[in-house]
């Protein structure tokens, strides 16, 4: 392949790895998909391609839809054991952020429920709404109708918009006073300050320091609270499961905030927040290794800003 085929491949890599991840809600896939794609663009006629960015986002997309319907896919996912991989601000695979349904695509929260869509529902709506790409494109890079993309579209938007409750873009300095607000009552153990400022239909999700087998999952404000207090309060087997005394820091994840504990430049583990009217509606706790993978490695290169707790 000459130089040329793979310059034109490169320049748009970015692009085919933010749709990729936005498919498949893992960092270390959308690569893998990403390098098929390459490996099938270097084996491809490519005189014979007309439009080469349509040609590639067919086959990046394609290629997910396949993992998506996979059986490993299915069993992994059907068992309530994913969780997607959190990105940090400034990781190029986030990709486009100019609207708010492109920053809100990307959210761990949408990402997540994005798993209760049809693969090819997921693919039209990741399309649509992140890549506003036209329903005829889009039919042709599906293989379906332009009416049938319509419809999983707006499939898609509905069944989203409902289980958002009506959430709305929330101003990212104010969501960071929040959760910092909040991170200062769960270190101090203000139970009822917690209650405060969580939403009457919070939910939260764990992978339980990367240890349980199954996600734990929490309900009632008091519920969230309680759990809350219980991984914010210091003890010396967390410190020991952490390798050393982490510091806790305030980033910005998937375009939200959260909470990341850090030791000696290693992020350990990671709360993510969605902040709506003023309050914490749901949280996000990840600590496996596998899941922080990408996002330690971005952290290693980038210049924080000072730990909002020093000595935990």
């Known amino acids: 392949m000459d130089s040329a085929a793979v310059d034109r491949f490169e320049a748009g890599r970015g692009r085919l790895a933010s749709l990729a991840y936005r498919l498949l809600g893992s960092a270390a896939d ?16 490519r005189e014979r391609i007309a439009v080469p960015e349509a040609w590639l986002t067919r086959v990046v997309t394609r290629l997910c839809l396949d993992r998506l319907r996979s059986a490993q896919a299915r069993h992994e996912r059907a068992v309530g054991d994913w969780l997607p991989e959190p990105l940090l601000e400034g990781d190029p695979m986030l990709g486009p952020a100019d609207t708010f349904e492109q920053r809100e695509s990307v959210s761990l929260a949408v990402l997540t429920l994005m798993e209760r869509l049809s693969p090819v ?12 790409y036209p329903h005829a494109e889009i039919a042709g890079i599906l293989g379906i109708t332009e009416s049938a993309s319509q419809q999983h579209v707006h499939r898609a938007r509905r069944r989203i918009a409902a289980a958002r409750r009506g959430g709305a873009e929330v ?3 104010s969501a960071r006073r929040v959760v910092e607000e909040f991170l200062a009552a769960a270190v101090s ?23 349980a087998r199954r996600l734990l999952r929490y309900g009632t404000r008091e519920r969230v609270a309680s759990y809350v207090r219980a991984g914010f309060r210091p003890t010396p087997a967390k410190r ?9 820091h305030v980033a910005l994840v998937n375009g939200s905030p959260a909470v990341l504990a850090v030791v000696d430049d290693r992020v350990v583990g990671a709360v993510a927040f969605e902040v709506r009217d003023g309050r914490v509606a749901s949280l996000c706790g990840i600590a496996a290794a596998h899941r922080l993978a990408r996002l330690d490695e971005l952290w290693r290169r ?4 000072a730990p909002v707790i020093g000595t935990w």
């Open 302 to 305: 980038h210049e924080a800003d």
């Open 189 to 211: 153990g203000r139970v009822e300050r917690l209650v405060a400022l969580l939403t009457d239909d919070v939910t939260a999700v764990s992978d339980g320091a990367g240890l």
């Open 171 to 173: 101003d990212p300095a």
């Open 240 to 248: 020991r499961l952490a390798g050393g005394t982490p510091v806790l």
């Open 30 to 45: 959308a690569e893998d998909a990403v390098q098929d794609t390459f490996l099938r663009w270097q084996a491809a006629d």
């Open 121 to 132: 529902e997921r693919a039209a709506y990741v399309l649509r709404e992140a890549f506003s």
